[in-house]
T-cell receptor, first 113, second 112 residues
C-alpha cells in the first residue's frame, strides 16, 4: 500500500519567514495530494491540494509543488504569521478511485512573533 | 450546508466494553472514511465506505468494524476495548474518489 514520509516533524520560524514542509510517497500511481492544517483541539482542514497532472499550485501565501518523478511534494508558506502555527499533514490518495488518504506523521509549525 | 457531524464528542469506556461511534456526512456525499488519531501514530486509516459498501480497510484488528446506511450515515464499532484504543476518531466525508475530504470534529474515546 501507499506510504507517506513527512519532514521535518517540528519547524520553528520567525514571523515573516518562509516555511517549507516536504513529503515523499511510495505509490507512483497516487494522483491526489492534499495538505491539511490542524489547530490544537480542532479538526483537520484542507488548505491546498494538487493533482498529479499539475506541477505547482498557489493560493495567496501558500503553494504546493509536486515532482512525480521523484515522488515528492512540498508545502511552501511565505510571510508566516503567528496564526499559521498548527500541525500540518500531507497526504496521498490510493490510486483506483478511492477516497482513502494515507497521511504523513505531521509537522508542528511554530511561528514566533 | 451543514458540515460533518460526529457523535458523541467524548466517551469514557472500560476495558472489555464495546463502543459505537456515529458520523453524518455532508448532504450529497456518498463516501465516508474513518481515521484514528493518536499522538504517536498520527492519522491512521480505518475504513472507507461508499454507497453502503466497504471499499477499503486499514490495518486494524477485527475488533474494529463499521457500516454505512442508505442515507450515507456511518457507524464504527469497537469491541473488547483495550487501553490502546484510546484516541480521537475522525470521520471524513467526500463526494467519492480522490477529492477534498471534510472532517468531523471527532469523537475522543478514553478507555480506562
Amino acid at each position: 500500500g501507499e506510504n507517506v514520509e513527512q519532514h521535518p516533524s517540528t519547524l520553528s520560524v520567525q514571523e515573516g519567514d518562509s516555511a517549507v514542509i516536504k513529503c515523499t510517497y511510495s505509490d507512483s500511481a497516487s494522483n491526489y495530494f492534499p495538505w491539511y492544517k490542524q489547530e490544537l483541539g480542532k479538526r483537520p482542514q484542507l488548505i491546498i491540494d494538487i493533482r498529479s497532472n499539475v506541477g505547482e499550485k498557489k493560493d495567496q501565501r501558500i503553494a504546493v509543488t509536486l515532482n512525480k518523478t521523484a515522488k515528492h511534494f512540498s508545502l511552501h508558506i511565505t510571510e508566516t504569521q503567528p496564526e499559521d502555527s498548527a500541525v500540518y499533514f500531507c497526504a496521498a490518495t490510493l490510486p483506483g478511485g478511492y477516497s482513502t488518504l494515507t497521511f504523513g506523521k505531521g509537522t508542528m509549525l511554530l511561528v514566533s512573533p | 450546508k451543514a458540515g460533518v457531524t460526529q457523535t458523541p464528542r467524548y466517551l469514557i469506556k472500560t476495558r472489555g466494553q464495546q463502543v459505537t461511534l456515529s458520523c453524518s456526512p455532508i448532504s450529497g456525499h456518498r463516501s465516508v472514511s474513518w481515521y484514528q488519531q493518536t499522538p504517536g501514530q498520527g492519522l491512521q486509516f480505518l475504513f472507507e465506505y461508499f454507497s453502503e459498501t466497504q471499499r477499503n480497510k486499514g490495518n486494524f484488528p477485527g475488533r474494529f468494524s463499521g457500516r454505512q446506511f442508505s442515507n450515507s450515515r456511518s457507524e464504527m464499532n469497537v469491541s473488547t476495548l483495550e487501553l490502546g484504543d484510546s484516541a480521537l476518531y475522525l470521520c471524513a466525508s467526500s463526494p467519492g474518489g480522490p477529492n477534498e475530504a471534510f472532517f468531523g470534529q471527532g469523537t475522543r474515546l478514553t478507555v480506562v
